[in-house]
């Protein structure tokens, strides 16, 4: 069982930066890994993945150029660097793992993942 926590949410105006954190209870060195986000009254929607090793990362193409998306094996730990933000990126951000990734992608469909975090809201003012 993994437990998944993330932080480094807020407040903050459009063209601004936040970096969010997600840290694991357990290994997740094996797990895809993933953001996802989800505005009121939306579907929850796909932001960005990380295959195992990290070697490939995948973008939504609203914030690609955008977001970076990374992860530390060794402190099991997933990071969204968000850079020039805009009202349109305001939602709840979740952490996400999927416990069988491809073996060197990352899944896009929030279907595929198995842990989430509880959460943590991004909000982008004009």
């Known amino acids: 069982q993994v437990q998944l926590v993330e932080s480094g949410g807020g407040l903050v105006q459009a063209g601004g930066s936040l970096r969010l954190s997600c840290a694991a209870s357990g290994r997740t060195f094996s797990y895809g890994m993933g953001w996802f986000r989800q505005a009121p009254g939306k579907e929850r929607e796909f932001v960005a993945t990380?295959?195992?090793?990290?070697?490939?990362?995948y973008y939504a193409d609203s914030v690609k150029g955008r977001f970076t998306i990374s992860r530390d094996n060794a402190k099991n730990s997933l990071y969204l660097q968000m850079n020039t933000l805009k009202p349109e990126d305001t939602a709840v951000y979740y952490c996400?793992?999927?416990?069988?990734?491809?073996?060197?992608?990352?899944?896009?469909?929030?279907?595929?993942?198995?842990?989430w975090g509880q959460g943590t809201q991004v909000t982008v003012s004009l």
């Open positions: 996400a793992a999927d416990a069988a990734p491809p073996a060197y992608s990352a899944s896009r469909d929030y279907r595929d993942y198995d842990y």
């Open positions: 990380i295959s195992r090793s990290g070697a490939s990362t």
